[in-house]
């Protein structure tokens, strides 16, 4: 099970970070993904990364502004996000496929976190 939080509303041009806890496994055996879904748009993979934190991928519109990490001793990925604009409001998904892998195109889909709202707004 993955459980997203850390989402909110955040002025344009400020940071937050996302964090996906796992429950029942541990995740520092798997890649985990970072997906989007605004209102009315098709859903965005975001940022992914392996196993061993030597793959990771950005989606190019969040490239330079968005970092994907991971806390194996809690058992957490985190998704630091700064300079968010407006185009960044969507529901932020983590997931998982228990691959170790993930690339541009390949991002793991098979288990979903309940999704954390981001809303980015002044």
């Known amino acids: 099970r993955l459980v997203e939080s850390g989402g909110g509303l955040v002025q344009p041009g400020g940071s937050l970070r996302l964090s996906c806890a796992a429950s029942?496994?541990?995740?520092?055996?798997?890649?985990i993904g970072w997906f989007r879904q605004a209102p009315g748009k098709e859903r965005e993979g975001v940022s992914c990364?392996?196993?061993?934190?030597?793959?990771?991928h950005y989606a190019d519109s969040v490239k330079g502004r968005f970092t994907i990490s991971r806390d194996n001793a809690k058992n957490t990925v985190y998704l630091q996000m700064s300079k968010l604009g407006p185009e960044d409001t969507a529901v932020y998904y983590c997931?998982?496929?228990?691959?170790?892998?993930?690339?541009?195109?390949?991002?793991?889909?098979?288990?979903w976190g309940q999704g954390t709202q981001v809303t980015v707004s002044s």
């Open positions: 990364i392996g196993t061993g934190d030597i793959i990771t």
């Open positions: 997931t998982t496929d228990f691959s170790t892998t993930c690339s541009e195109t390949y991002y793991p889909t098979t288990t």
């Open positions: 029942g496994f541990y995740l520092e055996h798997d890649a």
